[in-house]
């Protein structure tokens, strides 16, 4: 639709971006926005990766039981939630304390314990969306059964932001070679996939567009990619990039209307992070992620959902259409992208 060049000057343009992207706004405005109700789980807040502008993990990490977590789903569903988001830190067992005390719920490994804890959720009546990090393609392949979609941040392709003094640094699995695999491993699997940008974390606009690029090339050849999320960078207390600059919502904007015109798929926005999200549905964003009215967000706790009814209000008065959808898209409901266990829940779910 737009040419790498245009996507660019897009990008590093001034105030005059929006009269360059005006002869777009047919195509930039949003008629429809969807979000995913759910109950986030975050299942254990130990990590491998230290990455600069993290709050959640921990060096004392704790892991949820299987009581905590079906509690939680249970709760979800009194809510009428569809969706169960397992999110955790990359590769936990290579903290002590919890290889321990999975070998005392009987596991040896996390994506055991999280296959057992999915399993219960479809029973429950919630479809899973996992969010792991870098797992072994065996173990994409086996969570494929129990997940009706999985997700993992590309946040940038840029192998520049893993150098000395990036947020990157001392998190292996944030090499955007590894975490490239990966995303093409789901699109192999016929995982419905998301994942998207961390937009304010010191990449520059040609890594931006870098980024962008690769997800289109993936999703060109899988057709997994089901949604990208545009993240802007919040600073957290404590962290080391505690005072570093949020990105302006300018910027976010840009990225937004160039991930728009660049990639065929869902754009999403998270509204707390975003208090003006309106803006961004009218620059290209369709999708608002998940919103619980039972848990909070655990990544930035400092950023309550909003209301599903102040969504409304919100919707209507830009005369669009607010929807309700499942953590797997329509389209890869209609393509048939999900196993038997994940099939029957869905069927019960859609309407
Ligand atoms: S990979 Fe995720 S959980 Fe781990 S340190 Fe980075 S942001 Fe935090």
Redesign the pocket.
């Known amino acids: 639709m737009i040419t790498k060049k245009e996507a660019l000057e897009l990008l590093k343009s001034d105030i005059s971006f929006f009269k360059k992207i005006s002869e777009f706004s047919e195509i930039l405005a949003q008629r429809e926005v969807s979000y995913s109700k759910n109950v986030f789980i975050p299942l254990t807040n130990a990590?491998r990766?230290?990455?600069g502008y993290?709050y959640?993990?921990s060096d004392s990490p704790k892991i949820m039981s299987r009581e905590e977590v079906l509690r939680t789903v249970m709760l979800g569903k009194k809510f009428n939630c569809k969706e169960a988001l397992f999110t955790f830190?990359?590769k936990p067992e290579t903290n002590e304390k919890i290889k321990k005390t999975l070998k005392t719920f009987g596991y040896d490994s996390i994506v055991d314990y999280l296959y057992d804890l999915c399993e219960e959720s479809l029973k429950i009546g919630l479809l899973p969306h996992t969010n792991a990090?870098v797992i072994e393609f065996s173990e994409l392949k086996m969570l494929r059964e129990v997940n009706a979609s999985m997700g993992l941040m590309l946040e940038n392709a840029s192998t520049r932001l893993c150098k000395n003094g990036m947020p990157h640094e001392k998190?292996p699995?944030?090499n955007p070679k590894v975490r490239i695999r990966f995303i093409r491993w789901a699109g192999r699997l016929k995982i419905p996939f998301t994942t998207g940008l961390l937009i304010g974390i010191g990449e520059n606009y040609e890594e931006i567009l870098g980024s962008l690029l690769v997800i289109k090339r993936l999703h060109e050849k899988y057709g997994h990619i089901q949604e990208v999320i545009i993240q802007n960078f919040k600073p957290k207390k404590g962290t080391p990039m505690q005072d570093h600059r949020e990105p302006s919502m300018f910027k976010m904007i840009k990225v937004v209307a160039v991930a728009r015109l660049l990639l065929n798929t869902n754009i999403q926005v998270p509204p707390n992070l975003n208090r003006y999200w309106q803006m961004f549905i009218a620059y290209g964003a369709n999708d608002l992620g998940g919103i619980s009215p039972v848990t909070k967000d655990y990544i930035n706790p400092e950023s309550p959902w909003p209301e599903i009814n102040e969504l409304k209000v919100l919707a209507r008065e830009m005369n669009i259409k607010l929807k309700e959808r499942l953590p797997i898209y329509p389209e890869f409901i209609e393509k048939g992208w999900f196993s038997e266990k994940v099939g029957s829940v869905v069927e019960k779910l859609r309407w």
């Open positions: 990590c990766n230290r990455c993290c959640f993990r830190g990359e990090g998190s699995g944030k």
